[in-house]
């Protein structure tokens, strides 16, 4: 007789309802158009604070011959790859004019971003990108290239350094933070693109 007992029960238990979960996120477009852009101007400006602070932060592991990823060209390509050059370009010039302010602004690093933030937007064709690790991590490849690369040039016409010398370590610098650059930008290139993403789903529904 308790063999019964035991299944009944049994029964009983797998009918009870599942308690559903009280937290229920709002789809973003139910939100208010003000709070939307609100909210993404907030991402944009504590994303580019975050990229600026890290210029100061050396975490072990994330350095090569003592040089770290280049934080402002990530977001930069972040920022570029999917809007107009001249878009990149004023992002760039923004974004350099503060580290600039974070550093030292002769030579300035406002014409580099603005390149690397004009030739990504020519990029922005679908045939040309893939959202993929590969394809990002190769943009910022070349972009970190191309920014210590101009870096280096302006150095070299201030005239106050030996050209020999600044090639000799810009080749050093340039690599190693090409690489790490390329390696890191995932980390701010995915969660920022499905949030763009995300906004821009929601502007046009």
Not at 8 to 16: C, D, I
Not at 45 to 52: D, K, Y
Not at 146 to 158: G, P, R
Request: glycine share 6%.
């Amino acid at each position: 007789m308790r063999t019964p007992q035991l299944q009944t029960s049994r029964k009983k238990k797998s009918k009870s309802p599942r308690r559903k979960s009280k937290i229920q996120i709002v789809p973003l477009s139910r939100w208010h158009p003000r709070l939307l852009q609100f909210t993404d101007w907030a991402i944009i400006t504590g994303s580019v604070m975050l990229c600026l602070l890290m210029l100061l932060i050396r975490v072990p592991g994330m350095e090569l011959l003592g040089i770290g990823p280049n934080w402002p060209v990530i977001w930069v390509v972040a920022w570029s790859v999917k809007r107009t050059a001249f878009s990149g370009a004023l992002a760039g010039v923004v974004l350099g004019l503060l580290q600039d302010a974070m550093t030292s602004p002769d030579p300035t690093h406002a014409l580099s971003l603005a390149v690397v933030g004009s030739l990504t937007g020519l990029l922005q064709k679908q045939r040309f990108i893939q959202e993929d690790f590969i394809s990002i991590a190769l943009i910022v490849f070349g972009m970190a290239l191309w920014s210590e690369t101009i870096f280096a040039s302006q150095l070299i016409l201030m005239g106050d350094r030996n050209p020999a010398d600044v090639w000799a370590h810009f080749q050093k610098v340039a690599l190693a933070s090409a690489i790490l650059s390329s390696l890191w930008a995932p980390v701010i290139y995915f969660p920022l693109n499905r949030w763009w993403q995300q906004v821009k789903l929601a502007q046009q529904s």
